[in-house]
């Protein structure tokens, strides 16, 4: 849990991360260098956008939450980072103008769970109008289904966040788990969110057709790479044979790597 509080350690464990796998995944589909413009949707902190800020490209990075905009400042500038942009804002709400200029690659990392149902469709279509023609959207998600696809981990009490699968309760039991526990209702309020927003490949798949975007790779993983850092586990990858199964893959899927492109 304490990463969940010390948001330095997150912030530093989120650029191993991004160093370690984000750089060479993107890179393979498309390049970057000091005229890249990179986008993070639901940035937090910035971490993942550090290292691609050390390798000179400029980057910008949009949150709701004001706490995270600031520390994601602080967190540069006491790295020497100054080719980096920071917002607060509801990414929703937000318009690009006629002076805008587009970016070459965005990432949208653990953000799409988070957004409501109904809401997906304007989310999607909004960021394209931030990407450039030849862009390229970077998109990572934990499926539902999978043992802590509800986020439960963000519980205050260990009860509710060491336990798998309780996320897949009905929502009124798992609720009423929630409260049992004791968790906040601001805390509860989240993760039913979570609940209703049920993420998997299908549902991701059929909202990139449905909004114009063609998938250009997909990766599903068995241990999600964030957790050599976390757990200290070696990554894996989901077995070929597995990734092509519908729904059984979202149980064993840790996390969800997609590259998409403008049709």
Same mark, same amino acid.
């Given at each position: 849990?304490?990463?969940?509080?010390?948001r330095?350690?997150?912030?530093?464990?989120?650029?191993?991360?991004?160093?370690?796998?984000?750089?060479?995944?993107?890179?393979?589909?498309?390049?970057?260098?000091?005229?890249?413009?990179?986008?993070?949707?639901?940035?937090?902190?910035?971490?993942?956008?550090?290292?691609?800020?050390?390798?000179g490209?400029?980057?910008?990075?949009?949150?709701?939450?004001?706490?995270?905009?600031?520390? /994601?400042? $602080?967190?540069?500038? &006491? #790295?020497?980072?100054?080719?980096?942009?920071? !917002?607060?804002?509801?990414?929703? =709400? *937000?318009q690009?103008?006629?002076?805008?200029?587009?970016?070459?690659?965005?990432?949208?990392?653990?953000?799409?769970?988070?957004?409501?149902?109904?809401?997906?469709?304007?989310?999607?279509?909004?960021?394209?109008?931030?990407?450039?023609?030849?862009?390229?959207?970077?998109?990572?998600?934990?499926?539902?289904?999978?043992?802590?696809?509800?986020?439960?981990?963000?519980?205050?009490?260990?009860?509710?966040?060491?336990?798998?699968?309780?996320?897949?309760?009905?929502?009124?039991?798992?609720?009423?788990?929630?409260?049992?526990?004791?968790?906040?209702?601001?805390?509860? /309020?989240? $993760?039913i969110?979570? &609940? #209703?927003?049920?993420?998997?490949?299908?549902s !991701?798949?059929?909202?990139?057709? =449905? *909004?114009g975007?063609?998938?250009?790779?997909?990766?599903?993983?068995?241990?999600?790479?964030?957790?050599k850092?976390?757990?200290?586990?070696?990554?894996?990858?989901?077995?070929?044979?597995?990734?092509?199964?519908?729904?059984?893959?979202?149980?064993?899927?840790?996390?969800?790597?997609?590259?998409?492109?403008?049709?």
């Amino acid at each position: 849990m304490n990463r969940y509080i010390d948001r330095e350690q997150y912030f530093t464990e989120l650029c191993t991360t991004s160093k370690s796998y984000y750089l060479d995944y993107i890179g393979r589909f498309k390049k970057f260098d000091g005229n890249s413009r990179i986008l993070e949707i639901g940035c937090g902190e910035g971490g993942n956008l550090l290292p691609f800020a050390e390798t000179g490209c400029r980057v910008c990075g949009v949150d709701i939450s004001e706490s995270k905009i600031s520390n /994601a400042k $602080l967190f540069f500038e &006491k #790295r020497g980072i100054t080719n980096a942009n920071f !917002f607060c804002g509801d990414f929703l =709400k *937000t318009q690009s103008d006629s002076d805008f200029e587009a970016f070459d690659i965005i990432l949208i990392h653990d953000v799409i769970e988070h957004i409501e149902p109904g809401d997906k469709p304007d989310f999607f279509s909004n960021v394209k109008k931030f990407l450039k023609s030849d862009g390229i959207v970077f998109w990572g998600f934990p499926a539902w289904q999978m043992p802590f696809g509800g986020h439960q981990q963000i519980c205050k009490t260990k009860v509710c966040s060491k336990i798998p699968f309780v996320h897949l309760l009905p929502k009124n039991i798992y609720g009423a788990y929630l409260r049992l526990f004791g968790e906040e209702p601001s805390r509860i /309020a989240e $993760l039913i969110s979570i &609940k #209703r927003s049920r993420m998997t490949v299908e549902s !991701f798949e059929r909202l990139c057709a =449905k *909004t114009g975007y063609r998938v250009l790779d997909r990766t599903l993983w068995l241990i999600n790479p964030h957790y050599k850092v976390k757990f200290h586990l070696h990554p894996i990858k989901l077995c070929s044979l597995l990734c092509r199964v519908p729904h059984l893959r979202n149980f064993l899927s840790t996390s969800c790597f997609y590259i998409t492109a403008l049709n």
